[in-house]
């Protein structure tokens, strides 16, 4: 039983963002992520301007005259939603926590795979997978795919990267478009990224809190790590400590860019005090870029 204020959580988030994956990302999504290739169509009487290596030399035989065979792409793809469940997305210094964005920016894609007929699967994950649902159509299935995030109780507090994607590896045995939204505190996750990135179009979102990249000064302050537990005495009143944070956090997130750019996989970063739509609809522009051959 979903309750009353998922329930409402639900459909606000429903309205909102079936409304902009039809008014914003529909044709970006459908012209970025490829089906699975070209199926026969049928065959037509060859036109000037045909391309001679679709002949179907058979048929023109028979028929005494030249016809070529017509392809029509394989729209249908699945896309997977690996969602970052741990107890550091229950953290938000803005109007709402991080999970609460997870969930929009998760119903926004898969509202956006589902107008294209596209099937949409769910990977929940702590230190460990918490929850499996297989991919399937249709708005019905998205409203569950949502539920499930915004009523998970998880049971593991930490983060693990790897164990999400070595599922990914198990459960998709076809090429598929693969969202990792997560806010990547974590690490180890180079090698089961680099194997997933290989097989599928994986591309990471990053959920930031501005709170998280650099320390407001508001003097000692007792600081909780949310995934451990562990509490710390901070001076926050301290510029150099509030430096050394600032710092500390840049080259994370420098390091978990390059390896991005390493292997070839686009990525976006949604703060939660800034829209999540724009990130995502400069994704498909830059791509869409790129198959132009525009850079």
Known sequence: MIPREILKKLRKIEIHTARLA???LAGGYHSVFKGRGMAFSEVRQYQPGDDVRFIDWNVSARMNDTYVKMFTEEREM???????????????????????????VSALLAFSAIKNNDRVGLIMFTDRVERFVPPKKGKGHVMRVVA??????????????????????????RRSVAFLVSDFIAGGYERSLKVAARKHDL??????????????DIGIALVEDLETGDILEVDT???RVRQAYASNI?????RREQLFRRLRVD?????????????IADLFRARQRR????G
């Open 250 to 254: 840049a080259k994370e997130k420098q």
């Open 203 to 216: 591309i990471p979102l990053n959920i930031v809190d501005p709170r998280e990249e650099e320390l407001a």
């Open 237 to 239: 009143g301290d510029a």
């Open 267 to 279: 990525h976006i970063t949604v703060r939660t005090n800034e829209g999540y739509v724009q990130p």
């Open 22 to 24: 039809n008014d914003q």
């Open 78 to 104: 699945t896309v997977m939603l690996l969602v970052d469940l741990s107890a550091s997305q229950r953290f938000g210094s803005v109007t709402k926590p991080k999970i609460e964005t997870v969930a929009e």
């Open 148 to 173: 499930e995030i915004l009523n998970a109780k998880p049971k593991g507090q930490g983060t693990d990267l790897e164990c999400a994607l070595d599922l990914l590896g198990g459960v998709a045995r």
């Open 291 to 294: 198959m132009k051959g525009y």
